[in-house]
Antibody, heavy 119, light 106 residues
Framework: QVQLQESGPGLVKPSETLSLTCTVSGGSISSYYWSWIRQPPGKGLEWIGYIYYSGSTNYNPSLKSRVTISVDTSKNQFSLKLNSVTAADTAVFYC?????????????WGKGTTVTVSS | DIQMTQSPSSLSASVGDRVTITCRASQSISSSLNWYQQKPGKAPNLLIYAASSLQSGVPSRFSGSGSGTDFTLTISSLQPEDFATYYCQQSHITITFGQGTRLDIK
């Protein structure tokens, strides 16, 4: 079955850019939407944005100015860039397959990767 | 933005209990409401989509109902593995989650 794996640096300095990649295995990235979601320590879930395999995107309005999500179908991967990070961006970051069927829901999730913003 | 408010924020229950968690949207979201279960240190797991559709592989003791602004997740008979945090999520306008409901053992 489809599996997702997040990868990237676990430590990012304030004001720099956080970069993560999600690798999709066991299935094709085509014909689906793909989301990034984060969870600060001890807090709830926050949707960051999604990308369609064709490249169209939709972002959380509260993060839109700092977020870029991209897709590489040849590698079956999609990526997240979050710039100008602060300590408030410290979180576990999840990637998830997103189903669009009149509305959107996330049916397959990666295990998550912890990113700490600190100097 | 559509705000999602879950109640209660936490509750204690016993194995075998019937439990209901409520999620209220700040405006009508039709049936664009999903429920997830998250255990400590793990990724969320989809339980219910489109307000009342049971995700494949999820036990039938989980059920969802509602439309418009008010939704419920019901667990008909709590099992030990059901103690976790539950989140609702809307996608009527962008995507937002509720703050979560922590369910622990009484």
């Amino acid at each position: 079955q489809v599996q997702l794996q997040e990868s990237g640096p676990g430590l990012v300095k304030p004001s720099e850019t956080l970069s993560l990649t999600c690798t999709v295995s066991g299935g094709s990235i085509s014909s689906y939407y793909w989301s990034w979601i984060r969870q600060p320590p001890g807090k709830g879930l926050e949707w960051i944005g999604y990308i369609y395999y064709s490249g169209s995107t939709n972002y959380n309005p509260s993060l839109k100015s700092r977020v870029t999500i991209s897709v590489d179908t040849s590698k079956n991967q999609f990526s997240l860039k979050l710039n100008s990070v602060t300590a408030a961006d410290t979180a576990v970051f999840y990637c998830a397959r997103t189903i669009r069927r009149y509305h959107y829901y996330m049916d397959v999730w990666g295990k998550g990767t912890t990113v700490t913003v600190s100097s | 933005d559509i705000q999602m408010t879950q109640s209660p924020s936490s509750l204690s229950a016993s194995v075998g209990d019937r439990v209901t968690i409520t999620c209220r949207a700040s405006q009508s979201i039709s049936s664009s409401l999903n429920w997830y279960q998250q255990k400590p240190g793990k990724a969320p797991n989809l339980l219910i989509y489109a307000a009342s559709s049971l995700q494949s592989g999820v036990p039938s003791r989980f059920s969802g109902s509602g439309s418009g602004t008010d939704f419920t997740l019901t667990i008909s008979s709590l099992q030990p593995e059901d103690f976790a945090t539950y989140y609702c999520q809307q996608s009527h306008i962008t995507i937002t989650f509720g703050q979560g409901t922590r369910l622990d053992i009484k």
